[in-house]
């Protein structure tokens, strides 16, 4: 006998599993996966401004910093002042589905595609924001690989104002309605990375990003 | 793992005579607990929200069978293949194969405690294929010589600064350095090295969402990330328990488990992964496999210790529980520690095997109150005791006492006598003073504190006195 049938027989002995309460059971299991029931939610105000402020307000305190520029095509510039504010390289690594914007005219020289041990600034959109956490959810693709988000030092991400739902559950259902089926990857990430490993005294930057700085696309 | 439950007795007086240790477990007191009580505040329904999680975690493990196949088709659908395994040893001989298969070289693993349990690392190597450690307090433990960790989320919550500091100038052979972000630092630069040029990946699993049939993984420091992106296989190790029905369920965790593991509102990273690399992808494994662990579970499933199943790894009833907080996570000998340990030790190591475990609790139910799925932690110590009195385990001069003091006690005038005496020795061996230092009935009760002495007379001297 396999491990496998080992493993499932001891089970199905132990629930005194038999041909008909398995018929109830998978009925049970159909019913329970189609009805995707929520448990109870902490009040999450679901206007557009509010959510706005609460992404803020949430982002703050796991130490990410944000910014906030009307549209897309203003974020390259918002880029150059968060990096120049901080000594940083005007050089960065984003996420192919950002090739498109105008990076040179802020003097930013951008390389669309996988980050890169080397790479010191990732520049990512987002899936979706969620307000009650102050989480960005990411979606692997080839257009938004997930080791922009991970491997830099500084992890800047676009959050446009309408993609800011109230808490996983809408995002989840965000992909459903939008991807389909899961990507192979989705990242919640809220703030830099941490580690509180030695005498419980919390250090940013374990293996991830140090800084993560939020730009707000507010008109989009 | 080999379980050193036995010793419970001699670890927790060694880890109450060291003073380092007790040091490092009063800093460590107070933070994991007061965060908890602060995050949790949050939650309008915190209340509300246990209840739906103790209720997600049943409905699965009612029908776990059922629960696992849909998993493994839905997993198998997405590319992943799906492996069983009965044991330690199982795990350990699947790992090294696929090791072989793919010709693994070194492998980067985050958090596992089922790795803990099957000793993986030693097979490993064993095997010629170097696992390195990447959570930065299982990173110390492994460059201490495999040392096993004290603590389900704080692996070297035993440790302090110092200790850390000079095992990083050993091991590294750099200067000493003494300031937490610098040691975390060097630590980052060492593990990076690492990441990018491992060929397999191997992680627990927080969660097996059915619905998807994927692997939720929940981390601070990002290690998860990384071994689940970079290496070309990646390998989830994790016990049949852990299955849950959908998203939305995960979501209803995800408000529980880093409230009560580290008072956090979410943990910096939440993944969810779902099968291989798909065409076009720039990252991620080309082969992903889950092995689905018993080592215990199956036959706890539909016992009087179910409940245990629902589980979810946080750590609250250690950092909680007034026994570990004195004594540290070693003294339980094995994977598990505290009261959850306790429970876990005896039913996947044999109950003869952890004999002292079960008593190594007051029953203040701490525990089952800040537990997020709601586990009776102190009834299944206590029905784990039962378990010892009914196999005949506990030792001979406990089982005469106790069937002395059931007969004296069922014979009104035999107790009555008894009770005369004793109360009259008692008051005469205090001397005239209220409490006794040393009783020497009872050595062990009296080496932390004194036994009060009676006044003199018995409740029913005094009661028959009061009557009349």
């Not at chain 1, 401004?49 to 906030?68: F, G, M, P, W």
């Not at chain 2, 076009?280 to 992903?288: A, K, Q, Y």
């Not at chain 2, 007969?407 to 006794?436: D, E, H, M």
Request: proline fraction near 6%.
């Amino acid at each position: 006998m396999t491990s496998r049938e080992d493993i499932l027989a001891r089970v199905r002995a132990k629930l005194n599993r038999n041909p008909d309460n398995a018929a109830t059971g998978r009925v049970a299991i159909e019913a329970t996966l189609a009805a995707r029931s929520q448990g109870p939610r902490p009040a999450v105000n679901p206007q557009k401004s509010a959510l706005v402020e609460r992404l803020i307000e949430k982002s703050l305190a796991y130490s990410s910093t944000v910014d906030q520029v009307a549209t897309a095509a203003e974020a390259p510039a918002a880029v150059a002042r968060y990096l120049t504010g901080l000594n940083l390289p005007l050089k960065a690594v984003v996420w192919p589905e950002l090739a498109r914007l105008d990076w040179s005219g802020s003097g930013l020289a951008v390389q669309a595609r996988g980050a890169q041990d080397v790479d010191l600034v990732g520049i990512t959109g987002c899936f979706c924001a969620i307000a009650e956490t102050g989480t960005l959810m990411l979606c692997g693709s080839p257009d938004t690989p997930a080791t922009v988000s991970l491997l830099p030092e500084t992890h800047i991400a676009f959050v446009p104002a309408s993609r800011i739902v109230s808490g996983m559950e809408e995002g989840f259902a965000l992909a459903r309605a939008e991807l389909g089926q899961l990507p192979r990857a989705v990242n919640f990430i809220s703030g830099p990375s941490r580690t509180g490993d030695i005498e419980q005294t919390i250090v940013l930057g374990a293996h991830g990003p140090y800084r993560v700085h939020l730009v707000l696309l507010t008109e989009e | 793992m080999e379980s050193r439950a036995r010793r419970f007795k001699s670890n927790s007086e060694a880890a109450l005579a060291n003073p380092v240790l007790q040091g490092n477990m009063r800093t460590a007191k107070g933070k994991f607990v007061d965060k908890r009580a602060i995050s949790i505040k949050e939650i309008d329904d915190f209340e509300g929200t246990r209840e739906a999680a103790k209720a997600l975690r049943n409905r699965v493990i009612e029908n776990l069978d059922l629960w696992l196949e849909k998993f493994e088709e839905i997993a198998t659908a997405r590319g992943a293949t799906v492996l069983w395994a009965k044991d330690g040893a199982e795990i350990c001989r699947h790992v090294v194969d696929i090791g072989k298969q793919h010709g693994i070289k070194k492998a980067v693993k985050s958090k596992s405690m089922l790795s803990e349990e099957a000793g993986l690392n030693l097979a490993l190597e064993a095997a010629g294929i170097q696992p390195v450690e990447t959570d930065l307090g299982e990173y110390i433990l492994q460059i201490n010589n495999n040392e096993p960790p004290s603590h389900i989320i704080a692996p070297v919550v035993h440790k302090g600064l110092d200790e850390v500091a000079d095992l990083f100038h050993k091991v590294h052979k750099t200067p000493r350095k003494t300031e937490i972000p610098a040691l975390t630092r060097e630590a980052r630069e060492v593990l990076r090295e690492h990441f990018l040029t491992a060929e397999m990946g191997i992680s627990g699993g927080n969660f097996l969402v059915a619905e998807t049939g994927s692997v939720a993984l929940v981390t601070n420091e990002g290690n998860g990330r990384m071994v689940t992106t970079l290496p070309r296989v990646h390998v989830v190790i994790t016990g049949i328990e852990k299955v849950i029905p959908t998203l939305e369920d995960l979501s209803t965790l995800m408000r529980l488990l880093p409230r009560s593991a580290t008072g956090q509102s979410i943990s910096n990273y939440v993944s969810v992964l779902t099968g291989t690399k798909a065409a076009g992808d720039l990252d991620g494994p080309e082969h992903l496999y889950f092995i689905l662990v018993d080592n215990g579970r199956a036959d706890v499933v539909g016992s009087e210790f179910q409940d245990m199943l629902r589980c979810i790894r946080c750590g609250a009833c250690m950092n909680h529980c007034p026994v570990y907080q004195t004594i540290g996570g070693h003294a339980y000998g094995w994977v598990y520690p505290g009261p959850m340990g306790s429970v876990l030790t005896p039913l996947y190591t044999g109950i003869e095997n952890a004999i002292d475990l079960p008593h190594a609790a007051t029953l203040c139910n701490q525990c089952g109150v800040v537990c997020p799925v709601k586990i009776p932690l102190p009834e299944l110590l206590r029905k784990l005791r039962e378990k010892q009195v009914e196999k005949n385990l506990r030792p001979w001069f406990e089982r005469v006492a106790f069937r002395l003091w059931a007969w004296v006690a069922s014979c009104p005038t035999l107790y009555g006598i008894g009770t005369w005496f004793a109360v009259r020795y008692l008051k005469w061996l205090a001397g005239g003073n209220q409490t006794i230092p040393i009783l020497g009935a009872a050595p062990e009760w009296t080496r932390g504190r004194d036994f009060p002495a009676p006044e003199g007379k018995t409740f029913r001297e005094l009661y028959a006195g009061r009557k009349s």
